[in-house]
């Protein structure tokens, strides 16, 4: 059987490369795979069985699917009959021409990008249910990528020896990351909790100074405040972080998520640059309150995820 299939298909192959090829030469071709296919095997046939009588449900049926427009194909019968394979439609007497069939296209728009990491960047893909395209992608990683670095940090009172140990970061991340990228920029921010009771005392003695039990002369609380910007000053960086105080809560979990999207949203104040790799990096020792925490407070106004700073301050954190 396979002899004479292999037979079979060389010969109508032959056949086609001498006969005139026109719009129908895909179709033709599909035939005689379709058909020599067939021979060694049999299932079945969802395009007849499913007696649709259009010829986009018909289509839509499977990638084997074909429709005959020929208007005297199969006089007397009835629209579900024009549903089929492509090489039974011929057989029953359906021009090629008359077949609706769309094959799969793919198109690549351009793989001469500039200053990306993936090609192509653009692909148009003509498919129906059922069928499948394929189509190479190269992956170029880009040598020494520029990056963003900013350092969220937890400024309550339980964080006072880290923070300390974060005045020699500067230099020890600015020269392991000389590896990665001649382009690398550090920024730095302070967050703890939103400001109301119950997550800070309200206490007159203890308002303005919330880790008198440190033994520490604190900052007042703060929901979010944005204090360097991104920048290649590695000095300008470990200077801002020298003078950043401590502050403190009275709740375990801090807030964090609400200083998090404010970085990620303030881009113009952060300086997050569009062609960088942005890195948030979040230092603390307690979790995050989640939604609905706020209620605590009498906050029932769902976040709106928009940035919020005034003079690099979040003045949305009583809201």
Known sequence: MCGSALAFFTAAFVCLQNCQRGPASFLQAAWVFSLVLGLGQSEDNRCASSNVASCARCLALGPECGWCVQEDFISGGSKNERCDTVSNLIIKGCSVDSI????????????????????????????????????MMKIHPLKKYPVDLYYLVDVSASMHNNIEKLNSVGNDLSRKMAFFSHDFRLGFGSYVDKTVSPYISIHPERIHNQCSDYNLDCMPPHGYIHVLSLTENITEFEKAVHRQKISGNIDTPEGGFDAMLQAAVCESHIGWRKEAKRLLLVMTDQTSHLALDSKLAGIVVPNDGNCHLRNNVYVKSTT
């Open 100 to 135: 609706e069939y769309p094959p799969v296209r793919v198109i690549i728009q351009s793989e001469n990008e500039i200053n990306t990491q993936v090609t192509p960047g653009e692909v148009s893909i003509q498919l129906r249910p059922g069928a499948e395209a394929n189509f």
